[in-house]
């Protein structure tokens, strides 16, 4: 028994016994020698149990009682042959453990449950819940949570049924932790069991071909047994081969033999299917390939018959050029990575969704890729490009000050704010009404009127001067109500019949279907007034037929989005195409502002007439090296993260630019200016790698040789790697140099599908050296099924003093640990010195003649 | 007021004795003397004057009634209206990791260290536990460590709490508060009480459910944050060094960096360092026998961090790298091509002879035409293979071609020039996965391979048919193959962390003992044919030795480089002063231990006041 004070510095309090005694000697109090002796004690004892117990006394002793914690690896590649081991096991240890002991459980995975406590009621064995996340093994904080619930009053051993295969931390550390603690770790090993499982271990190609060698897709697949299966090959999403394979038990090696096209990234997918198969998650593998060869261009064309001149244009140059249609916008970027340059011809805000124009400003600013827009009447402002991520990326501003003597727009925006609008759709139509009144110019006039199952002017027509007025009107816009557009429009008309203006345009957004009315009556009268009206319809609830109609009978234009989100765009390019002030159509002759590399070699005074551009405004820091002769941008340049961006307001095909394509400069000009935006590869290539693990993964990077000074790095160099997961929210992570010449950073993987990687070099701010690389995550780890890791489960077993292989019938029968079990007692001293208390006082007051 | 045990109040029971004790007449000492005369006069003399003395008697009974009320008021353990009597978890999440051996105040002589004044701090914490309380000790670094599980034993706290010792590892305080956040309390209210220092508590994602303490202000600290090395040169007897420092305080600081090459020194590198930037070196040295190489620093001014001003490497000899050349026949020029090359010790084998070749025989194997049947787990050239395998599978025999390189940014064909070199004979290379280095027209004809732990590297060309080993273009080649086998084989780039577990390619896995920079064993394991040693806990130079000769095998090392740990005076350091403490720690001790302390006083007061007869 060990006696043990948590406040020993309490223990000074002590001192207050001399004092007991010195006061005793000069005590004025007679009494007899023995008597007062007696008092004496029985006062120093109270005062030493109010010591006592103020310095927190505690008696412990050695405790021979065991506390054992099961901990099961009920991950998704062994749990039902663990479960099965562990619950035979923990019945075993129950069975033979003492009463005074304890046997507890904890299941884990990715993560664990409490502790269970193991009784005759069974409910240990259902202790899973439903939603179990087991896709992976995180034995680091299996053992953590088991040794913190370790309790030291009793002898602590852990018993971990496992596989050994872990997918988090190391856990030996924990392992060593645990001996250090005092306490120990026995391993059970637990194998994968035998039911038949078939599995896509590897998919290897090649990381880089050439376009049109022939290579063999290798891929390694493990069957338990031998059986028949499917065989699936897709490349970039199509499937490009299937076939019957017989497995053998073990390690299958295929081969499919392909041939690249022109694509520069190609993700291969490889899906195995068996009839007898545990997990199905573990059977698609995937692999990216590169490709080299020339320079690919994208042209993203409203008629991609239009394309062909710059097709031809660049073919000379020895650029190749792919012609797409506006539905063919990449919509990955593993599909957008084949690309060096993606131009848009006369492409509208409207036929892209957000997530696409975010993707090709990732592609621009995180990968390096470049991108031109090209004039037409449904290019930057007309496009509906206000305030889009496009118009960010771009080197020109969409809206500008229009010129004097174009005609005033007098317009009305007719929204439906019905009940079925709430939420996003009116917030986002707002928005919407807030840019209309922004682009609109101070000689325009812009008013709103909402309805539902009445209209309500929110703004009356103002002059778009007044526009801070009429945004905050629009602001209390509140959806809520019923469909009655007729008696809108009315108004509508009504008010700008009133108002003086040289074009009148009404646009009319609703989702539903309005109470019937005579459209066709009242459309035709406004557009007998001069009135134009166009209509958008949102989601699949909208009244489209009626819709199409009215924007037909009112000769503007008909939208339908389902995607809520487009509805600014639309707004946008309706305001602008209204106000029929953005493009300028009249033959003028390019000025080149700036000696530039793109406009080397051509001689511009002999260049023919463009017959017309769309107008905008350069941004500050922009290039402007064309200019129309009024002085508008016609060629602007600049560098927008990692890519390069131009905005060309003309166009390069027979409407505007059909005097140019006769012209020897146009091809000329259109391959210096596609070689000055597309992606490059500065020479000295560097080497990257990238090495997954787990959740996350390394990448390497190797400077060439020359770039490794001996001095050391330039204080101004900076190694960057910018990476575009499945997610497409562009990561970036500052590189290392870990040595000479080496560098290195980690990033998270937590989801499945590609990482794209582009590692830059700069020094002083300039782009010295790049390089890219991919990497694509598959099936979770977890579900990797490999054969149980004895060596290292040999090894955790070791450091934690323990056993490898127990028998769970032993564990508590033999090498039982000593715990230490200690009692608080101060409550007992307490009560100690109060019993003292009335003997102390009848030795004052009481004579005892046996103590004379 | 709420009573824990109200039970205790039957204690009062006791008065009863008490009071009837001072009830009765003190009955005095019966004593014979001669004459009362004096007697009279004496009480007369001492008859009260003051007028309170009439009441001694009751005031001696109240004191006795106050010391007993006291004492049953504490069995009974009051709560005052702000203490809960709701059962807690305490975690106390101790930082130890290595700017917690920063000192609390850089200026002041003699000031303790950041983990000395947090533990102190989490010791009165434990102190103050109620009893109903339970709590547990989790220190952390780079991992978090229970030293104590869950326990309503305060001393077993205490001795957790001494237990845990400062370390030169990195911190990882959102993994351990993590951890924290995720232990199960059960029916208890779960309290974590992180105790760390002013950039740890800022770094933490504060939800509101942790009670921090810190020690420690932002001190300035100069600090080595990396320092690794890579051979150079053929003949590997040159390292080249790569050293960053970082100055991490708000004024420009410089220091001169010395380098020793096995206790002598051989460079120094003086750096000019601005307001919290670093500046990177790169310097080599010849270690023909390899060594250690140490860094190190003596700040000029004020310097937080002593575990960063130095860092070491272990740079292994350079030793021979062991090649076999399997082949039928003699394979001279093989040889010849192979033996030319530095530090090569190369050695002919039958091909009978080369089943089963392992790692700890030869580096690098060099198999001739002869092609086993399941390739080794070695690193691996192939030359003129004549069987398919796993990793490629034979075309047809090609006859009069030119070479052209398919990946000429591989390290494998620098300086390697494929003009003119006509090949005789080759079969066509169809690669299962790896990289196609050369190809003739589109044919692959040699191509490499990583797998793990090792590479492999294959050339169908017919070596005996073609010109190649005549040319100047095949030794390059050769001595390319070499280097790039030989990055898998010598020694890391530079050393370990600490923290981590140092992971060790031994000539064998048993029998070995680990020593740290003070002599202390290391815990070592055996996995997966590799040794095991840490996890690491100071910065310095290690041993893997015998375990029972003690002859060294291995030396290894392990440096802090972390840059955030070396950051101890954060260029936020304004906004870390203004949120140290987001939660406060409840202060005071209990009430029965109020009242117990006032029992105590009470009882030697009124010993006093008896005796002095002021009261009876």
């Known amino acids: 028994m060990n006696f043990d004070v948590t406040r020993p510095e309490l223990l000074v309090l002590l001192a207050g016994i001399p004092v007991v005694w010195v006061i005793l000697r000069h005590s004025l109090v007679d009494m007899k020698p023995r008597q007062r ?424 027509i103002h002059n778009a001067a007044d526009r801070d007025y009429i945004i905050e009107r629009i602001s209390s816009l509140q959806a809520g109500g019923g469909t009655d557009m007729g008696p809108a429009l009315s108004a509508a008309f009504s008010a700008l019949e009133m108002t003086v203006a040289k074009l009148k345009h009404v646009i009319v957004l609703t989702d539903g279907h309005s109470t019937p009315a005579n459209f066709y009556d009242l459309v035709t009268a406004m557009r007998s007034s001069g009135i134009t009206i166009s209509s958008v319809g949102v989601g699949s609830g909208a009244d489209q037929e009626l819709l199409e109609r009215i924007a037909s009978w009112g000769e503007g234009r008909y939208y339908f989005t389902s995607d809520p989100l487009s509805i600014p765009q639309i707004f946008a390019k309706e305001t602008m195409t209204a106000s029929k002030s953005a493009i300028k159509e009249s033959p003028f002759i390019a000025l080149p502002l700036v000696a530039h590399q793109v406009l080397q070699g051509i001689n511009f005074e002999d260049s023919p007439f463009l017959l017309g551009f769309v107008i905008t405004k350069p941004k500050p820091t922009s290039e402007l090296i064309l200019v129309s002769e009024t002085g508008e941008p016609l060629l602007a340049l600049w560098r927008y993260g990692l890519g390069k961006v131009g905005a060309f307001t003309s166009d390069a095909k027979n409407r505007w630019a059909a005097e140019w394509l006769e012209w020897p400069g146009f091809s000329r000009f259109w391959a210096q200016l596609v070689r000055e935006t597309m992606r490059t590869t500065a020479p000295g290539r560097m080497q990257v790698e990238v090495q997954p693990e787990g959740d996350h993964a390394t990448a390497y990077v190797e400077l060439p040789k020359d770039a490794i000074q001996a001095g050391g790095s330039s204080p101004d160099e900076a190694v960057v790697m910018r990476i575009i997961g499945p997610d497409l929210e562009p990561e970036e992570h500052a590189l290392e140099q870990i040595a000479p010449g080496r560098y290195g950073a980690s990033f998270p993987t937590r989801d499945f599908g590609d990482y794209h990687v582009q590692v830059s070099r700069s020094v002083g701010g300039q782009a010295l050296n790049q390089a890219e690389t991919g990497y694509s995550k598959g099936y979770p780890e977890e579900l990797r099924l490999k054969p149980p890791d004895h060596a290292a489960m040999r090894g955790w077993s070791a450091a934690a003093t323990g056993l490898y292989d127990r028998n769970p019938a032993d564990v508590f029968l033999t090498d039982r640990l000593e715990g230490y079990r200690v009692t608080r007692i101060w409550p007992l001293l307490l009560q100690l010195a109060l019993l003292l208390i009335p003997i102390d006082i009848a030795l004052r007051r009481i004579e005892f003649p046996r103590l004379g | 007021m709420t009573w824990l045990n109200p039970w205790m109040g039957l204690w009062s029971l006791l008065a009863v004795p008490v009071i009837l004790l001072y009830v009765l007449r003190v009955r005095r000492r019966r004593l014979s003397v001669p004459t009362l005369l004096f007697w009279d006069e004496v009480f007369e003399e001492s008859k009260p004057r003051a007028w309170w003395q009439q009441f001694r008697h009751l005031i001696s009974l109240l004191l006795q009634l ?196 096995n206790d002598e020194p051989f460079d120094s590198v003086f750096m000019d360092l601005g307001a919290n930037t670093s500046m990177t070196a790169v310097v080599e040295t010849s270690l023909p026998t390899g060594g250690v190489v140490e860094a190190t620093f003596t700040p000029d001014g004020p310097d937080a961090l002593a575990a960063d001003n130095r860092a070491f490497l272990a740079v292994p000899p350079p030793t021979p790298l062991r090649i076999a050349i399997v082949g039928a026949g003699s394979n001279l020029f093989l040889r010849e091509v192979f033996s030319a090359q530095p530090l090569v010790r190369v050695t002919h084998l039958a091909p009978a002879q080369a089943d089963g070749l392992t790692t700890e025989q030869f580096d690098v194997v060099v198999f001739h035409g002869h092609v086993p049947e399941a390739l080794p787990p070695i690193n691996s050239l192939y030359l003129s293979p004549e069987q398919d395998s796993e990793l490629w599978s034979l075309g047809d025999t090609m006859t009069n071609m030119f070479l052209h390189a398919s990946a000429d940014d591989s390290p494998l064909l620098r300086h390697v020039s494929l003009e003119q070199i006509i090949v005789r004979q080759a079969r066509a290379l169809g690669p299962r996965g790896g990289l196609v280095l050369l190809r003739s027209l589109e044919t692959p004809v040699a191509a490499m391979w990583w797998r793990e732990g090792h590479k492999v590297l294959a050339v169908s060309i017919d070596l005996e048919r073609s010109d190649l080993p005549l040319r100047t273009t095949f030794p390059i080649f050769v001595a390319n193959a070499i280097r790039w086998f030989e990055e898998t084989t010598t020694a890391s780039f530079g050393s370990f962390q600490t923290g981590n577990l140092a992971t060790l390619r031994a000539r064998r896995t048993s029998g070995l003992v680990a020593m740290d920079p003070e002599g202390n064993p290391v815990p070592v394991s055996e996995t997966s044919g590799q040794v095991q040693a840490g996890p690491l806990e100071s910065v310095g130079i290690y041993t893997l030795a015998d375990a029972t000769t003690g002859d060294v095998e291995q030396r290894f090392s392990a440096n802090l480089l972390h840059e955030k740990e070396s950051t101890t005076f954060p260029q936020d350091a304004d906004a870390l002063s203004a949120s140290e403490t987001s939660a406060s720690i409840p202060k005071g001790r209990p009430i029965w231990f109020i009242l117990t302390l006032l029992a105590f006083a009470l009882c030697l007061i009124e010993w006093g006041l008896h005796h002095r007869r002021v009261v009876e």
């Open chain 2, 66 to 261: 106050a010391l007993l009320a006291f004492v049953i008021a504490a069995l009974a353990d009051p709560l005052t209206a702000g203490q809960s009597s709701e059962r807690r978890l305490w975690i106390l999440l101790v930082d130890r990791s290595a700017s917690m051996r920063c000192p609390v105040d850089i200026e002041a002589i003699g000031s303790g260290t950041r983990l000395v004044a947090v533990v102190d701090e989490a010791r009165g914490i434990a102190g103050r536990m109620r009893e109903w309380d339970e709590a547990m000790v989790v220190a952390f670094s780079d991992d978090a460590q229970v030293m104590c599980g869950r326990t309503d034993d305060p001393g077993s706290i205490m001795k957790a709490l001494a237990a845990i010792t400062a370390s030169d590892r990195p911190g990882d305080i959102a993994r351990a508060v993590a951890f924290a956040r995720s232990v199960r309390a059960g029916e208890r209210i779960l309290e974590i009480v992180l105790c760390t220092d002013p950039q740890g508590a800022a770094a933490v994602e504060d939800r509101g459910d942790l009670r921090i303490v810190t020690a420690g202000h932002p001190a300035p600290n100069l600090g080595i944050t990396a320092f690794a090395t890579r051979p150079v040169g053929e003949s590997r007897d040159r390292q080249r060094i790569l050293l960053r420092v970082l100055n991490n305080s708000p004024t420009n600081q410089s220091c001169s960096v010395s380098l020793r090459a």
């Open chain 1, 37 to 460: 002796a007696c008092s004496l004690v029985v006062r120093c004892l109270i005062l030493l149990f109010l010591v006592l117990a103020l310095a927190g006394l505690s008696v412990g002793r050695p405790s021979n009682r065991q506390q054992v914690i099961a901990l099961v690896d009920a991950s998704a590649s062994i749990r039902e042959v663990s479960m099965a081991v562990a619950l035979e096991g923990i019945e075993k240890m129950r069975s033979s453990k003492r009463k005074e002991d304890r046997l507890d459980v904890i299941y884990f995975a990715e993560q664990t449950t409490p502790l269970i406590p193991v009784e005759e009621d069974g409910a240990w064995t259902n202790g899973l819940p439903e939603t179990w996340p087991d896709r992976g093994t995180d034995l680091t904080l299996a053992m953590q949570q088991a040794l913190a619930q370790l309790d030291p009053s009793y002898g602590g051993r852990i018993l971990v049924f496992t596989d050994g295969i872990v997918t988090g931390k190391d856990p030996a550390s924990q392992f060593v932790g645990v001996s250090q603690a005092g306490k120990r770790a026995d391993v059970v090993p637990v194998s994968s069991g035998d039911q038949p499982e078939v599995q896509v271990v590897g998919v290897n190609a090649p990381a880089k071909v050439h376009v049109g060698e022939p290579f063999p897709l290798h891929v390694t697949v493990q069957s338990r047994e031998e059986t028949e299966a499917s065989v699936a090959v897709f490349v970039n999403g199509v499937r490009s081969h299937e076939e019957k394979v017989t497995l053998n038990i073990g390690e299958n090696h295929l081969r499919f033999r392909q041939v690249p096209g022109d694509e520069r990234v190609l993700r291969f997918s490889v899906q195995i299917h068996a009839e007898a198969d545990q997990f199905v998650d573990n059977n698609t593998g995937y692999a990216l390939v590169r490709t080299g060869g020339k320079p690919k261009v994208l042209l993203i064309e409203a008629r991609p018959q239009d394309g062909k001149h710059l097709r031809w244009a660049l073919q000379k140059e020895d650029i190749e050029m792919e012609i797409r249609s506006v539905r063919g916008i990449p919509r990955s970027v593993a599909d957008l990575q084949n690309f060096d340059l993606m131009l848009f011809s006369d492409v509208p805000a409207t036929d892209l969704t957000v997530e696409q124009m975010e993707m090709v400003r990732a592609y621009v600013r995180d990968l390096g890729g470049g991108f031109v827009m090209l004039g037409g009447e449904n290019s930057f402002g007309l496009g509906g490009y206000y305030k889009t991520v496009i118009e960010e990326i771009l080197p020109v501003r969409t809206d500008f000050e229009r010129e004097r003597e174009t005609p005033s727009l007098g317009m009305v925006l007719v929204i439906d704010k019905s009940g079925s609008m709430g939420g996003q759709k009116i917030e986002l139509a707002k928005e919407a009404a807030k840019a209309a009144a922004e682009l609109l110019d101070a000689r325009d006039q812009l008013g709103v009127l909402a309805f539902d199952g009445q209209s309500r002017w929110v703004s009356e």
